[in-house]
Every structure is written in C-alpha cells, then in structure tokens.
C-alpha cells in the first residue's frame, strides 16, 4: 500500500498571509490526525478527523482549522501566520479500533513551513 | 490525563553498545504505548507498540521494550548499536476511547559514536 503522502513538502509563506497543507492517508484509513513539530516545543497534537468531523483537538488558536473529505483526505490551514508558525507539520493516518486497528499511526514525511 | 516523560533528551553510545531509552507514563487507565523514530527531515516511523498483549515487545530494526505497569515504564532497548540508529526517539502513549488522541513525549536524540 502507498504509504501517507503530504503536499508540499517545503512552504514559505509571508507573515499575515494564509496556507493549506494536503495530506491523503494510507487507503483505509478514515482517521488523520495533525502534528506541529518544533524544536522548543516538540510534537504537538493539532487536530484529529474521522470520516469527515473532528474528534479530538488541541490547545491550537483559532487560525488553525482542518478538514476532512468524504475519501479521507484531509486539509489543514492556517490563516494569519505569525513567525511562530514556523515547524514541520506532520500527518498521521490509523485504521480505526471497530476495523481492526491498534491505535498506531502511520506517518508522512511532513510539510517544512517557513513564515518569514 | 496521560502522559509521557522521556528521560534525557539526548543519549550517546558506542557502535556495539547498548541502547537504553527511558520512557514512563502516567495513565489512569490501561494505556497503549508507542516507540516511534525520525529520521532527519523525515516522519515518525512505527518501531514497536503495546497493546495489552505480551509484555516484552519486539520491533523492527533489532529493538525491543517491556511494558512494566508496576515501574509505569516502557523503556525501549537495543543490544547492540549501529551507526544507522542515530536518530530521535519518541515514546506515545494513547488510551482505549481516545481515539487517536496520542501524547508524545519529548524525545531522545540518539548518538551513536564509531
């Protein structure tokens, strides 16, 4: 199976400006979950969608939004970027418990954001 | 609320030494727990995981943990180190009815020196 692939890979935005970051999950997978990682603050949990409605979600401002489609991709965006936004977002895709899943994720090689 | 605490933030050994990663959780209810590695500029990768089943698990790559509920650890080990073993470590752990709502810890970068 094609692993979890992100696009872009390498983004440099202006201060102010917007992003949307693409992931699309390993097929089968209806859970994606998104990561900030940073070197002062590691990884953090942004967000987590399931078949369309997100289920859990993290201590991240408002600017930080997602989505999920009827196929399972998913979007994040950002909105307003600050420099602080600068890390690699990372998404992860899992098989749901109920089709057999045990809760490991499976990673993309992430997407590098730059806000300059 | 769980969550993960990785002792050392950076580790180093000889190539053929062994490889100690220390993790620990808190968890109110029975965890499932996680090692994962990142390559540079690269994602996480699964290395191992515990789901209530065996508590000493094998994983790719020549590593293996056992969960010990009585310590809360989970510290992953390696006999022998190789050079391509140099990368950062993430200890997770997540719980039955979290979803996907995974704790990471903070990591361990590990050196592996010739």
């Known amino acids: 199976k094609a692993g979890v692939t992100q696009t872009p890979r390498y983004l440099i935005k202006t201060r102010g400006q917007q992003v949307t970051l693409s992931c699309s999950p390993i097929?089968?997978?209806?859970?994606v979950s998104w990561y900030q990682q940073t070197p002062g603050q590691g990884l953090q949990f942004l967000f987590e969608?399931?078949?369309?409605?997100?289920?859990n979600k993290g201590n991240f401002p408002g600017r930080f939004s997602g989505r999920q489609f009827s196929n399972s991709r998913s979007e994040m965006n950002v909105s307003t970027l600050e420099l602080g936004d600068s890390a690699l977002y990372l998404c992860?895709?899992?098989?749901?418990?109920?089709?057999?899943?045990?809760?490991?994720?499976?990673f993309g090689p992430g997407t590098r954001l730059t806000v300059t | 609320a769980q969550s993960v605490t990785q002792l050392g933030s950076h580790v180093s050994v000889s190539e053929g030494a062994l490889v100690l990663l220390r993790c620990n959780y808190s968890?109110?209810?029975?965890?499932?727990l996680f090692w994962y590695v990142q390559y540079p500029n690269q994602g996480l990768q699964l290395l191992l995981k515990?789901?209530?089943?065996?508590?000493l698990v094998k994983g790719i790559n020549g590593f293996e943990a056992e969960f010990k509920k009585s310590e809360t650890s989970f510290h992953l080990t390696k006999p022998s180190a190789h050079m391509s073993d140099a990368a950062e470590y993430f200890c997770?752990?997540?719980?039955?009815?979290?979803?996907?709502?995974?704790?990471f810890g903070t990591g361990t970068k590990l050196q592996v020196i010739p």
């Open positions: 992860a895709s899992s098989l749901d418990v109920l089709a057999g899943g045990t809760y490991e994720q499976y």
């Open positions: 097929s089968g997978h209806r859970s």
């Open positions: 969608y399931f078949s369309e409605t997100q289920r």
């Open positions: 968890s109110s209810v029975p965890p499932y």
């Open positions: 515990y789901t209530s089943a065996a508590t």
């Open positions: 997770a752990v997540t719980w039955s009815g979290g979803y996907q709502k995974v704790t």
